[in-house]
């Protein structure tokens, strides 16, 4: 679970720069994004695994090819729904609509995987989305009059910061909104495919095959997509763009070897819970780079996503000993227990009897 958390940073450093490049004029494309990420992940990933001396660096393990192609199509649906929605929403908005995606994995881990879950584990990944909802007060639950700090010193000037937990900007109609929600949530179902693969790969394949599986499909599809819409390809103009794209690029390579690693590690639906830190780190940037000091809605559900991760990576399941056991072992101690439990009884009849003798 702490793969997961450390990845989180990464994640939430890269979209600071994703929603940056979404503001500036002109505005690069959604496919441009996922195609810049996937080059420098698959670059590094591929080079790693030659000097590593990683068997099959291009298509994985045979017996988990098939796992991996579907762990590549999953993840483009999630890359595309988020980079898409951060283009119409706000980051807190599109963050709140990301994470539906650990609470559906909790119940396709235990549908597909036969992953024991508790009612405690459930409810701690229900307090964290109220804890997510608190921080990022989508207007569609608390009103287009709630307080939302800005994150851009200048919020008139185009591509001066993220919004971290800004308003969208007023050239956002509502039918694109609606749009990018549908979009958000057809990406959390691709992060929930991609957990569930994940974790049904295991150690079968080594991380990086799951990354280049993931990273070649997306370069492929984004390249075709550019190609078909006649893209136009914006340049970076400016040295601050450039370590932008690099930004983006490196922290998205380093946030999927650690999410990999933790869901090998990890039952699917406990390690998940541990995404919500990624709104924790968002407030945490805000606070470093554009000094916006969060309301107190914002530090309850801060609070309350760290103490339901602390709650989840602390508890263990009761029934995860049990499950290890074979059920010869299971026959045997049920047996020593049912004898034990006879000689206890046989033992108490004695000295019953003694007594008795005595008494007499």
Same mark, same amino acid.
């Given at each position: 679970?702490?793969?997961?958390?450390?990845?989180?940073?990464?994640?939430?450093?890269?979209?600071?720069?994703?929603? &940056?490049?979404? $503001?500036? !004029?002109?505005?690069?494309?959604?496919?441009?994004?996922?195609?810049?990420? +996937?080059?420098?992940?698959?670059?590094?990933?591929?080079?790693?695994?030659?000097? #590593?001396?990683?068997?099959?660096?291009?298509? $994985?393990?045979?017996?988990?090819?098939?796992?991996?192609?579907?762990?590549?199509? =999953?993840?483009?649906?999630?890359?595309?729904?988020?980079?898409?929605?951060?283009?119409?929403?706000?980051? #807190?908005?599109?963050?709140?609509?990301?994470?539906? %995606?650990?609470?559906?994995?909790?119940?396709?881990?235990?549908?597909?995987?036969?992953?024991?879950? =508790?009612?405690? @584990?459930?409810?701690?990944?229900?307090?964290?989305?109220?804890?997510?909802?608190?921080?990022?007060?989508?207007?569609?639950?608390?009103?287009?009059? /709630?307080?939302?700090?800005? #994150? =851009?010193?200048?919020?008139?000037? %185009?591509?001066?910061?993220?919004?971290?937990?800004?308003?969208?900007?007023?050239?956002?109609?509502? *039918? @694109?909104?609606?749009? %990018?929600?549908?979009?958000?949530?057809?990406?959390?179902?691709?992060?929930?495919?991609?957990?569930?693969?994940?974790?049904?790969?295991?150690?079968? /394949?080594?991380?990086?095959?799951?990354?280049? /599986?993931? *990273?070649?499909?997306?370069?492929?599809?984004?390249?075709?997509? +550019?190609?078909?819409?006649?893209?136009?390809?914006?340049?970076?103009?400016?040295? &601050?763009?450039?370590?932008?794209?690099?930004?983006?690029?490196?922290?998205?390579?380093?946030?999927?070897?650690?999410?990999?690693?933790?869901?090998?590690?990890?039952?699917?639906?406990?390690?998940?819970? /541990?995404?919500?830190? @990624?709104?924790?780190? %968002?407030?945490?940037?805000?606070?470093?780079?554009?000094?916006?000091?969060?309301?107190?809605?914002?530090?309850?559900?801060?609070?309350?996503?760290?103490?339901?991760?602390?709650?989840?990576?602390?508890?263990?399941?009761?029934?995860?000993?049990?499950?290890?056991?074979?059920?010869?072992?299971?026959?045997?101690?049920?047996?020593?227990?049912? !004898?034990?439990?006879? !000689?206890? &009884?046989?033992?108490?009849?004695?000295?019953?009897?003694?007594?008795?003798?005595?008494?007499?």
């Amino acid at each position: 679970m702490l793969f997961v958390a450390a990845s989180m940073a990464f994640y939430a450093s890269m979209n600071l720069a994703v929603k &940056e490049l979404s $503001g500036i !004029d002109p505005p690069v494309s959604t496919m441009q994004l996922i195609w810049i990420r +996937m080059t420098i992940t698959w670059l590094c990933s591929v080079c790693y695994m030659y000097f #590593a001396k990683i068997p099959d660096p291009f298509l $994985g393990p045979k017996g988990v090819r098939l796992l991996l192609a579907f762990r590549g199509v =999953s993840g483009f649906l999630g890359l595309f729904g988020v980079y898409y929605s951060l283009q119409y929403l706000s980051l #807190a908005d599109a963050t709140v609509l990301t994470f539906l %995606a650990p609470i559906l994995t909790t119940f396709t881990g235990s549908m597909f995987l036969g992953e024991r879950f =508790s009612w405690k @584990q459930v409810a701690a990944g229900f307090c964290s989305l109220v804890g997510v909802i608190l921080i990022a007060r989508p207007p569609f639950l608390f009103g287009s009059t /709630a307080e939302v700090p800005s #994150a =851009s010193p200048d919020p008139g000037e %185009a591509g001066s910061g993220p919004a971290l937990n800004g308003a969208m900007t007023s050239q956002v109609t509502a *039918s @694109q909104r609606l749009g %990018a929600v549908g979009v958000s949530i057809l990406g959390a179902l691709g992060a929930t495919g991609v957990y569930t693969i994940i974790r049904a790969i295991g150690t079968r /394949a080594h991380p990086l095959h799951n990354i280049v /599986a993931f *990273s070649s499909q997306c370069v492929i599809v984004s390249t075709i997509a +550019m190609l078909a819409m006649r893209t136009k390809i914006v340049l970076p103009t400016k040295l &601050e763009w450039l370590a932008l794209f690099l930004m983006i690029g490196f922290n998205g390579f380093f946030a999927q070897v650690l999410m990999t690693m933790g869901l090998q590690r990890q039952a699917v639906g406990r390690s998940t819970m /541990a995404v919500y830190i @990624q709104v924790v780190y %968002a407030i945490i940037f805000d606070q470093i780079f554009f000094h916006a000091k969060p309301p107190l809605l914002s530090i309850l559900g801060t609070a309350i996503i760290v103490l339901s991760a602390i709650y989840v990576a602390l508890t263990k399941e009761e029934t995860a000993n049990r499950d290890k056991q074979s059920p010869e072992d299971l026959a045997l101690q049920e047996s020593l227990l049912a !004898d034990q439990s006879d !000689d206890a &009884e046989e033992t108490l009849s004695k000295t019953h009897e003694v007594s008795q003798t005595f008494s007499v």
